[in-house]
């Protein structure tokens, strides 16, 4: 089974801090995704990656940077956190369409405060 | 530009059969993915449609209009643990297989 492991599933940091969300696949996926899920707004995607230290911004990749150094580990990184930021986080891998398919597997979440 | 409409909300009785539509507008599109969400868990993968027609799994079957830009999910024999958000996903194509996803369907299951 593909595994999709973030580091934290709640978090509580302070306005300002920088902030590190990491995620791991055991998959060998080609590409990784961060999205905020917040009521009534449904997912958005903030960053994506295909490649190791390839990135691109998503719909809402303001406030955040992203780091991918190995093909394995994605992180998000809030630079100076602000109480906006507070959401729910998923990270999701896939790989490259083969055949028809193309599927998402996620991460189960950190819950990010900032206070 | 591109938009997604699915209904917020449908609450359907347990036994019932439920249908959860999706009309999208994407820029590029290869296909039409579901996800399953239980509260406070990670989405879920369910079904693909790359092709018009109906897919079926189990109790749960998918259908795709690419001309209509359409799509429904149809869930059947409805369980209390169907409870859950369901979202409509198109793949927009291209080989970082970005899914749009909206904000989703709740769906309550009453006893």
């Known amino acids: 089974d593909v595994k999709v492991t973030q580091s934290s599933r709640y978090l509580v940091k302070r306005t300002g801090e920088k902030v590190f969300l990491e995620c791991v696949q055991d998959?060998?996926?080609?590409?990784m995704f961060w999205y905020r899920q917040d009521p009534g707004l449904g997912l958005r995607l903030i960053y994506f990656?295909?490649?190791?230290?390839?990135?691109e911004k998503g719909d809402i990749p303001e406030g955040y940077s992203v780091s991918r150094e190995k093909k394995e580990r994605f992180s998000l990184i809030l630079e100076s956190a602000s109480t906006s930021q507070t959401s729910m986080y998923l990270c999701?891998?896939?790989?490259?369409?083969?055949?028809?398919?193309?599927?998402?597997?996620f991460g189960a979440g950190t819950r990010l405060s900032v206070l | 530009g591109q938009s997604l409409e699915q209904p917020s909300e449908v609450t359907a009785v347990e036994g019932a059969i439920v249908q959860i539509n999706c009309t999208y507008q994407?820029?590029?599109?290869?296909?039409l993915s579901w996800y399953q969400q239980h509260d406070g868990g990670a989405p879920t993968f369910l079904s693909y449609n790359a092709l018009d027609g109906l897919e079926e799994t189990g109790r749960f079957s998918s259908f795709l209009s690419r001309s209509d830009s359409y799509g429904y999910l149809l869930l059947q024999e409805l369980q209390m643990k169907d409870s859950a958000s369901y979202f409509c996903?198109?793949?927009?194509?291209?080989?970082?297989?970005?899914?749009?996803f909206g904000t989703g369907t709740l769906l309550a299951v009453q006893p």
């Open positions: 996903a198109p793949d927009g194509g291209g080989a970082t297989n970005k899914l749009i």
């Open positions: 998959m060998d996926h080609e590409n």
């Open positions: 990656s295909y490649d190791v230290k390839m990135k």
């Open positions: 999701a891998s896939s790989s490259p369409r083969r055949g028809w398919r193309n599927i998402q597997y």
């Open positions: 994407t820029s590029g599109f290869y296909g």
